[in-house]
């Protein structure tokens, strides 16, 4: 069985970024072993998972493998991508819908912590949710090599950190496809699924609250009615006057963003629209759905009590 050793440290400075990448880049999760290994599994069943069809990934030569790491699962090598619903309670729905997109630096998906529990959590509250299972960047098909691949990227160009800028998109064009993708599915089967089309909203973790910013700002059919930025990118940007209401949840000890400023939510005020901003002593990056001893972990009552005060929570007057 195949273990790999956690990333050798690196010296501040210029090869700072380096090391916060390798964070959020290679497992994105919260948990306390920075040594915990990654075990291989099986390929899950997902016979909820609806296919989006936006075809496989181009030159793709590594199939999809999962694996088990501080009690979670992730997906690795996704090319193509899906949409799992995880709908409220006959008579319990409120007509919002959110479609939620997992971290893990675009080349894993943190599909337990940041997708599937976060989804079960939103249905209690009456809220339809989505979990998308985005296509990723390509790795080798076992953990070590897995882990090389990472080493190999970080010595590359740092990738651009604007989710508004045209770069971005074009950086992550497979995946702003899924995601345009996943809110055309929703909308199609709106009434399927108690949804009301005007009030589908976007969540994401790390790389998918990038996706989330991007889907956000590019103006095309997929824009969200309200969106979610959990320790993502926080840089500032041009926000267009529609832009929709955001939420920010970020720990001031998270290895990624903590010490980038807070251009994005002052960019979200000066140009008018709404923003709440939740700045955590402690959490580090990835905390997610999982239960610490820090005030991080309330963040998922508090994007509730935010969704609350929107409206969401309740059907639509």
């Not at 080349?107 to 976060?118: A, I, K, Y």
């Not at 045209?166 to 009434?191: N, Y």
Request: proline share 8%.
């Amino acid at each position: 069985m195949s273990q790999t050793q956690p990333l050798p440290r690196t010296r501040p400075g210029r090869q700072r970024w380096r090391v916060i990448l390798a964070v959020a880049l290679l497992w994105s999760t919260a948990a306390s072993a920075q040594d915990d290994a990654m075990v291989p599994i099986e390929v899950p069943a997902q016979p909820d998972a609806i296919a989006l069809g936006t075809g496989p990934l181009p030159d793709a030569t590594v199939d999809e493998s999962w694996h088990r790491q501080y009690e979670r699962v992730f997906a690795r090598n996704v090319t193509e991508a899906t949409l799992t619903p995880f709908l409220p309670e006959a008579g319990k729905a409120t007509g919002a819908a959110v479609i939620v997109a997992p971290g893990g630096g675009f080349r894993s998906l943190s599909m337990e912590n940041e997708g599937w529990d976060v989804a079960r959590a939103l249905a209690e509250q009456g809220v339809a949710a989505f979990v998308l299972k985005y296509r990723l960047n390509q790795t080798p098909a076992d953990l070590d090599g897995f882990a090389q691949s990472i080493r190999q990227m970080l010595s590359g160009p740092r990738p651009p950190r604007d989710p508004g800028s045209r770069e971005s998109a074009t950086m992550l064009a497979p995946q702003l496809a899924d995601s345009r993708a996943a809110f055309a599915l929703v909308r199609s089967r709106a009434s399927e699924w108690n949804v009301d089309p005007d009030r589908i909203g976007m969540i994401g973790f790390s790389a998918g609250a990038m996706l989330t910013m991007v889907t956000a700002l590019s103006g095309e059919d997929a824009k969200p009615a309200f969106i979610g930025n959990v320790y993502g990118p926080i840089s500032a940007l041009e926000v267009p006057a529609d832009a929709p209401p955001l939420f920010v949840a970020l720990a001031a000890d998270d290895g990624l963003f903590s010490n980038a400023g807070f251009g994005l939510i002052e960019s979200w005020q000066k140009a008018g629209r709404p923003v709440e901003f939740h700045y955590y002593e402690r959490g580090g990056h990835g905390f997610g759905m999982y239960s610490k001893d820090t005030t991080s972990t309330g963040w998922f009552d508090a994007w509730v009590r935010w969704l609350k005060m929107h409206g969401y929570l309740a059907p639509k007057k």
